[in-house]
């Protein structure tokens, strides 16, 4: 993927793919055309992608802007695609294609947005490039969660607020909506795990269970429906709980298309991009920025842990320079210290566990990313590489 470098394009071109390989630019006429009259009418404002990103997403939160929104949705194009890239390169067993994972990224673009905070991150790029992979590997286990459910077992399993939020995105009328939620309370109040598999696997209820649950609903209605409505049946009953856990389904991992396909042919003209080496002087500056952005971030995280690393006792310095800077085992270091075997494993096992806490709460603060299991993941790994190169600096 060749980067763009003009704002007009970073702000109004989208990417097409062949397969899982990509393929060009698209743009849109409409997007290039505003951000067009923007610069030329404002020669004064500085001609920065990260100024016009958090200036859209500015509109955007204020003013609902749809126009603002693609444009944030054209810009994060490039994080969006490597994302997918580095998905599709850890689950290489999965079902899904690159593409599959880019338009996920993709439909993510409201998450992406809300979640965004100007005051812990002033660069909306380098938040968006940690957090679409890590919404990435949350959705994807939803995904999981939701294909190894039973029907029952996931509605067993999901919130009032989750089924709810299903039921109003699927479409359904509040009087509707209050039928199965109804039906699904009565069904989660009766139907109680005892299965040996566990929720994940539990069966469709007995036909005694089915009587009581639909009893139960009849009895309850006259109390929580706030509309007059008949008795129900058996078969409306497990109709209603049948559609609702395809809805919750449907909600925890939805079908996504290509943000491209809102783009109308008349809109769109294939644009491929120059040689990078022929793009004017500003184009360039603005290529530097972007770098020394990148490098301010990287500074900031490595100052942070160096200073975690300096508040440690001198006995686990030492430990940590032994273990990762000589490449000593831990019985080598036990005998080069003299201390017994359990204090040396729990000052490294320790060491690394606060440095991993701290610099996950520095990224929650700082970066304004939420912090999942899968992104504390990441995180370890990055920071056993990251203490073998600095310490391996000092050989």
Same mark, same amino acid.
Request: net charge neutral; charged share 20%; with cysteine.
């Given at each position: 993927?060749?980067?763009?470098? =003009?704002?007009?394009?970073?702000?109004?071109?989208?990417? !097409?793919?062949?397969?899982?390989?990509?393929?060009?630019?698209?743009?849109?006429?409409?997007?290039?055309?505003?951000?067009?009259?923007?610069? *030329?009418?404002?020669?004064?404002?500085?001609?920065?992608?990260?100024?016009?990103?958090?200036?859209?997403?500015?509109?955007?939160?204020?003013?609902?802007?749809?126009?603002? +929104?693609?444009?944030?949705?054209?810009?994060? /194009?490039?994080?969006?695609?490597?994302?997918?890239?580095?998905?599709?390169?850890?689950?290489?067993?999965?079902?899904?294609?690159?593409? !599959?994972?880019?338009?996920?990224?993709?439909?993510?673009?409201?998450?992406?947005?809300?979640? #965004?905070?100007? *005051?812990?991150?002033?660069?909306? =790029?380098?938040?968006?490039?940690?957090?679409?992979?890590?919404?990435?590997? !949350?959705?994807?286990?939803?995904?999981?969660?939701?294909?190894?459910?039973?029907?029952?077992?996931?509605? +067993?399993?999901?919130?009032?607020?989750?089924?709810? &939020?299903?039921?109003?995105?699927?479409?359904?009328?509040?009087?509707?909506?209050? /039928?199965?939620?109804?039906?699904?309370? %009565? #069904?989660? &109040?009766?139907?109680?795990?005892?299965?040996?598999?566990?929720?994940?696997?539990?069966?469709?209820?007995?036909?005694?269970?089915?009587?009581?649950?639909?009893?139960?609903?009849?009895?309850?209605?006259?109390?929580?429906?706030?509309?007059?409505?008949?008795? %129900?049946?058996?078969?409306?009953?497990?109709?209603?709980?049948?559609?609702?856990?395809?809805?919750?389904?449907?909600?925890?991992?939805?079908?996504?298309?290509?943000?491209?396909?809102?783009?109308?042919?008349?809109?769109?003209?294939?644009? !491929?991009?120059?040689?990078?080496?022929?793009?004017?002087?500003?184009?360039?500056?603005?290529?530097? *920025?972007?770098?020394?952005?990148?490098?301010?971030?990287?500074?900031?995280?490595?100052?942070?842990?160096?200073?975690?690393?300096?508040?440690?006792?001198?006995?686990?310095?030492?430990?940590?320079?032994?273990?990762?800077?000589?490449?000593?085992?831990?019985?080598?270091?036990?005998?080069?210290? /003299?201390?017994?075997?359990?204090?040396?494993?729990?000052?490294?096992?320790?060491?690394?566990?606060?440095?991993?806490?701290?610099?996950? /709460?520095?990224?929650?603060?700082?970066?304004?990313?939420?912090?999942?299991?899968?992104?504390?993941?990441?995180?370890?790994?990055?920071? *056993?590489?990251?203490?073998?190169?600095?310490?391996?600096?000092?050989?």
């Amino acid at each position: 993927m060749r980067p763009r470098q =003009k704002i007009t394009l970073m702000f109004s071109t989208f990417v !097409d793919l062949e397969g899982d390989r990509f393929s060009k630019w698209l743009i849109d006429i409409k997007l290039h055309r505003n951000i067009q009259n923007c610069l *030329e009418s404002s020669p004064l404002v500085p001609n920065s992608e990260n100024f016009w990103a958090l200036h859209w997403h500015k509109c955007w939160r204020e003013e609902s802007n749809s126009l603002a +929104r693609m444009h944030l949705s054209a810009y994060l /194009q490039e994080p969006n695609y490597w994302a997918a890239k580095k998905t599709i390169a850890k689950f290489t067993n999965s079902q899904h294609s690159l593409a !599959d994972y880019f338009q996920i990224a993709n439909a993510e673009i409201e998450t992406i947005l809300k979640n #965004f905070n100007l *005051e812990k991150c002033s660069s909306f =790029k380098a938040y968006a490039t940690m957090a679409v992979p890590s919404r990435l590997k !949350d959705i994807l286990r939803q995904r999981k969660e939701a294909d190894i459910c039973t029907n029952w077992g996931l509605l +067993r399993k999901v919130s009032k607020k989750q089924l709810l &939020e299903a039921l109003a995105q699927a479409g359904l009328s509040p009087i509707l909506i209050a /039928q199965y939620r109804l039906a699904w309370t %009565c #069904f989660k &109040e009766l139907y109680v795990q005892n299965q040996p598999g566990g929720t994940k696997s539990l069966p469709e209820p007995e036909p005694q269970l089915w009587g009581a649950i639909v009893n139960l609903y009849n009895r309850e209605r006259q109390n929580h429906l706030t509309q007059p409505s008949p008795q %129900c049946t058996r078969e409306k009953i497990e109709q209603w709980l049948t559609q609702a856990a395809m809805y919750v389904r449907g909600y925890l991992y939805p079908p996504v298309s290509s943000l491209n396909l809102a783009i109308s042919e008349d809109d769109t003209t294939t644009f !491929d991009l120059p040689d990078p080496f022929s793009d004017s002087l500003i184009a360039q500056m603005i290529a530097q *920025e972007d770098a020394q952005n990148q490098q301010n971030q990287q500074s900031q995280i490595e100052g942070f842990l160096l200073k975690t690393l300096q508040g440690f006792e001198a006995k686990t310095q030492e430990i940590l320079k032994l273990y990762y800077q000589q490449g000593l085992t831990q019985p080598q270091i036990v005998e080069r210290l /003299q201390m017994s075997q359990p204090t040396v494993s729990r000052r490294l096992f320790k060491a690394r566990e606060l440095m991993l806490a701290a610099l996950s /709460q520095w990224s929650q603060d700082t970066l304004n990313i939420s912090v999942t299991s899968n992104l504390v993941n990441d995180m370890s790994s990055a920071l *056993e590489e990251w203490l073998k190169v600095k310490y391996g600096e000092s050989r």
